[in-house]
């Protein structure tokens, strides 16, 4: 899945937690720990994730 590549690939960059990701992101503190397991998020959450990855400028 290409989105949780661009989380795990932010999370390692931050080092922050998946669940303060999920929690700042789209307010899910399990949205990681659900794509992981295989949740496919919608466009607006996909859209909601990468604004929130393209303002902090890490990539």
């Known amino acids: ?3 949780l590549g ?3 690939r932010y999370l390692k960059a931050t080092s ?3 669940t ?3 929690r700042e992101a789209v307010r899910d503190p ?3 720990h659900d794509l992981r397991r295989g ?3 919608g466009a607006r ?3 909601r994730i990468e604004a929130y990855i393209a303002q902090s400028d890490v990539r």
Do not use: H, N, S, Y
């Open 1 to 3: 899945m290409m989105i």
């Open 45 to 47: 959450m996909i859209a």
């Open 39 to 41: 949740r496919e998020p």
């Open 30 to 32: 399990r949205l990681v």
């Open 6 to 8: 661009k989380i795990d």
């Open 20 to 22: 303060r990701f999920g």
């Open 16 to 18: 922050m937690a998946p």
